[in-house]
């Protein structure tokens, strides 16, 4: 079975530094999706960047960008520039292709980002 | 234009009751999830319906039964409510296959006292 760890329950960065959010992942697939997802207090869930496993180069989205490295199995986030509107809950997500005509994503427990004045 | 919506946003009742969470999306996917998050921010899948059809049931209780009436619907009614029930459930949609994005509703609190 996949799992998705996310080994930093809190972190906290002053506002235009540089935060790297960790994850790691376990699976025995060779093909998959990993994400990031931000929830802010509003609790919506919103993507920020989605990396696709068969991809060696590492997805990037204005501010945000990740180091993906597929035999550490890790994909940790970076955020430039931190904005306070950064402030929020992280989950990283792994995308498992489940027989067809849907598939699931499992999540980790989730980093909460502080961005500081 | 609201992509995927929840009714109600909040939900508050008691053991026992019995009660329904809907969802409907207007973005033409024709997967639709449920998604359970509880108290320690826990995300995790429950059911997924692609066309009416049940395609994943995470060992959910019985007592969780989902409903999709058309493909732009997929409703959640749960009976007999315990106090574990408590949590914020997320509705979601996709197109089929692949790695489609999943875009989610603003979820629904379910507050059982």
């Known amino acids: 079975a996949q799992t998705v760890t996310q080994s930093q329950p809190e972190m906290s960065v002053q506002e235009a530094e540089t935060v790297t959010l960790s994850c790691t992942y376990d699976t025995s697939e060779n093909n998959y999706y990993l994400f990031w997802y931000k929830q802010p207090p509003s609790r919506q869930m919103i993507l920020v960047i989605r990396?696709?496993?068969?991809?060696?180069q590492n997805a990037t989205e204005n501010r945000f960008s990740v180091n993906f490295q597929k035999a550490a199995k890790s994909f940790s986030l970076k955020i430039s520039d931190s904005q306070l509107g950064d402030t929020a809950m992280y989950f990283c997500?792994?995308?498992?292709?489940?027989?067809?005509?849907?598939?699931?994503?499992?999540f980790g427990t989730g980093t909460l980002l502080a961005v500081q004045p | 234009d609201t992509a995927v919506s929840q009714t109600p946003k909040y939900l508050v009742t008691q053991m026992g009751n019995d009660k329904s969470i809907k969802c409907e999306q207007n973005l033409g996917h024709d997967t639709m999830y449920w998604y359970k998050q509880d108290s320690k921010k826990f995300l995790k899948i429950m059911f997924s319906y692609n066309n009416k059809e049940l395609i994943i049931n995470e060992t959910v209780p019985n007592r969780f039964s989902p409903k999709s009436p058309d493909k732009a619907h997929l409703n959640l009614h749960i009976n007999s409510l315990e106090l574990g029930d408590s949590a914020v459930y997320f509705c979601?949609?996709?197109?089929?296959?692949?790695?489609?994005?999943?875009?989610f509703g603003p979820g629904t609190r379910l507050t059982v006292t």
């Open positions: 997500a792994f995308m498992t292709y489940y027989g067809g005509a849907t598939n699931k994503l499992i």
């Open positions: 979601a949609s996709s197109l089929a296959g692949g790695a489609a994005e999943q875009y």
């Open positions: 990396q696709e496993a068969y991809k060696q």
